[in-house]
């Protein structure tokens, strides 16, 4: 990073004193994206455009820019989303992110798409703050399969990972999570489950685990992915120093995609998941 740029971020922090970040991700039917110094969103965008996120991602960055009255230069980091999700649109997002971080010389933060499903449904969701909460976020991957993690919400601010981002049977999902907040694997047992995202091909499993879980409290949020969330979990990585390179970041596939799985089928070759 030139000494121009260091000088000008520099600047930037000693007058406001928060991070002013630009956050994209395209990992799901909506194109997210965000403007926010600290706090404080600039501007944000979620626009249902699945088909068009290559056509239309730098244009709405530079509107938001633009209509903010910010130029890429007061820039202090880069934030991008990196799935599990779509396979062509979370490269769009990660791609852009790349390389605006190496053409305007920022830091490049990646943030996992699911966790900011996850964490924007929470902000979203009502009810009682001193309860422990775990959310599961759940993207719809076909055949059955979500893209899905868990995360655990306490009562003093705590956010946390409970299970790692990946491809799974709905179906063997619900078990695991019967099983989880049952025994809990040593972590405290959380008082409410909300799912969130994706519900409408998975609601039935959704019900099925709640049938399994007793007296716990288990709640269905429909729930897309905004901008603004992406921008807030790459702020705290950003604080914490949790940067990715942009020459070597890639997507987090979790999978083949379906073209390659049906290549290597035709040529009978063992088909093993993508991490």
Known sequence: MNEQVKAGQAEHKKTTGCPLVLAIDTSTAVMAASLMEGERVLGELNS???????????????QLLKQAGKSHSELDAIIVGCGPGSYTGMRIAVTIGKTLAWVWNKPLVSVSSLEGLAYGALQRAAGDENVLRWVIPLMDARRGQVYTAAFAAGTDGQWERV???????????????????????GRQLPQEIIFAGELELHQEQADRFAGMSGS???LSAAYTLEGSHIARLGQDK??????????????????????????????????????
């Open 216 to 218: 716990l409290k288990v």
């Open 238 to 275: 950003l604080h914490r120093g949790e940067l990715s390179a942009p020459h070597t970041l890639v997507p987090n596939y979790t999978q083949l995609a379906e073209a390659e799985v049906k290549l290597l089928a035709a040529r009978g070759g063992e088909v093993q998941p993508r991490v």
């Open 48 to 62: 249902m455009s699945e088909r068009n996120h290559s056509v239309y991602s730098v244009a709405s960055l530079q």
């Open 163 to 185: 299970a790692s981002d990946g491809i799974r049977l709905m179906a063997d999902w619900a078990d695991e999570l019967a099983r989880l907040v049952k025994d809990g694997d």
